[in-house]
C-alpha cells in the first residue's frame, strides 16, 4: 500500500500495508535507516496512518469495519493494538480520514456508511483520545 511518515525531532516513522501485516522502518536524522519490522497482523491489505505524539508516533489502519491503532517508539517497540472506532453492531462501516496529534492528545477524523450500502452517504465523526490510551 501507499507509504506514510511522520517525524519527531529525532528521526522519521515510515509505515506500508502488505497483504497480511503492517510494516516500518526507522529512518534516523542522519538518514540511518533500520530494519523493516512488523507493526500489527492483518486480515487484509490496508494504508496505515502514522502520526506524531512526543516521541512517540501512533499508527492507525482499517480492519474490516474497525479502526485500529497501536503505539511505536524508538527503538521499533510496538504498543498493544486498541480499537479507535468501531459498531459492535456490524450495521456501519468506519473509515479514517485523517488525524493529527499535539504532544498530548490526538484527534481523528473519518466517515461512517450502511454496512453493504449502494448509495452515497456518509457520517462524518470525530474522536480524540490521549497517547497513554495506547500503553
Do not use: M
Not at 500495508?17 to 516500518?24: D, L, Q, R, V
Not at 504532544?103 to 450502511?114: E, I, Q
Request: hydrophobic residues 40%; neutral net charge; charged residues 15%.
Amino acid at each position: 500500500s501507499a507509504p506514510d511518515v511522520s517525524g519527531n525531532g529525532r528521526g522519521w516513522l515510515v509505515v506500508w500495508g502488505e497483504p497480511s501485516a503492517i510494516y516500518g522502518a526507522q529512518v534516523h536524522r542522519t538518514l540511518a535507516l533500520s530494519r523493516p519490522f512488523p507493526i500489527a497482523r492483518t486480515p487484509e491489505l490496508t494504508a496505515p496512518q502514522v502520526e506524531t505524539s512526543g516521541l512517540d508516533c501512533l499508527v492507525l489502519w482499517q480492519s474490516g469495519a474497525s479502526t485500529l491503532g497501536t503505539r511505536v517508539t524508538t527503538p521499533k517497540q510496538v504498543g498493544r493494538v486498541v480499537t479507535i472506532a468501531n459498531d459492535d453492531t456490524g450495521a456501519a462501516f468506519f473509515s479514517c480520514g485523517g488525524f493529527a496529534g499535539n504532544g498530548t492528545r490526538f484527534c481523528v477524523s473519518g466517515t461512517t456508511a450502511p454496512k453493504d450500502a449502494t448509495w452515497l452517504y456518509n457520517d462524518v465523526w470525530f474522536g480524540q483520545f490521549s497517547p497513554s490510551l495506547l500503553r
